[in-house]
């Protein structure tokens, strides 16, 4: 595949995420179900999309196929992008007592899936709707982590990795501060880094990462990791 992709999987965030703020009260008297209904749809858009494109990486089929399925999921990305912003500047984050679980993680995810520009502002709406009990804890962490990753900052959480093009490995972005990465995934309830490397197929030693940073900078550099090519997926 010819562009950098972040392998962060949000298909699976309900395996990865444990998270502080995982506790809802939902009257379904109150949901909105016209907007619920939308969401929903944008959420199944979102993740089968994605799973498609997973599906063939998995199976190993041709590479043209996977670009393919990938340029497929990014068009739905432009596309659910302008109804979460609409949707967004108009009620605000919405929780699953307003709209259900899928509905609020549609909301997340698209957000996850955008441009910096986008996730730079609704990541202050973001952070109200956690204070708020309106979304969950890691994924604000999440966001964070890709909004200073793009940045060309250290992630707080390791949660953001990419593949070496030189070495076909996979790579954790550079973490601030690694001896205390698991004191800060707790308090956002994500699951310990060694667990979370595992769906990665790798196997987490905090001296090893350090030793081995200066080796992940340069293959930032060298793969051109910027927030000018950088997509997510």
């Known amino acids: 595949m010819k ?17 502080q703020v995982n506790t809802f009260t939902i009257d379904s008297s109150k949901l909105n179900k016209p907007l619920m209904l939308v969401l929903d749809t944008i959420y199944k858009a979102d993740q089968g999309s994605r799973y498609k494109a997973m599906d063939l990486s998995k199976a190993k089929a041709a590479p043209s196929r996977i670009d393919s399925a990938v340029h497929a999921a990014h068009i739905a990305d432009s596309l659910n992008l302008i109804k979460v912003t609409q949707i967004l500047d108009k009620h605000g ?42 979304t969950l804890s890691s994924n604000l962490a999440l966001l964070e982590d890709r909004v200073n990753m793009r940045e060309g900052k250290t992630q707080a959480y390791g949660s953001q990795l990419f593949r070496n093009r030189s070495t ?66």
């Open 3 to 19: 562009q950098i992709f972040l392998i962060i999987i949000l298909a699976f965030l309900n395996l990865v995420s444990f998270a």
């Open 93 to 134: 984050w919405l929780g699953p007592q307003d709209v259900g679980i899928d509905g609020s993680n549609a909301l997340f995810l698209v957000i996850q899936h955008a441009n910096l520009a986008t996730q730079q502002k609704y990541l202050p709406m973001i952070r109200t709707a956690v204070k708020d009990g309106k």
């Open 168 to 233: 076909g490995k996979m790579c954790f972005y550079p973490i601030a501060d690694p001896d205390h990465v698991d004191e800060r995934r707790k308090a956002m309830g994500l699951q310990p880094i060694a667990e979370y490397a595992k769906y990665f197929s790798l196997t987490w030693d905090v001296e090893e990462y350090k030793k081995n940073l200066p080796e992940i900078e340069k293959a930032i550099k060298e793969n051109k990791l910027t927030t000018k090519n950088f997509r997510s997926f």
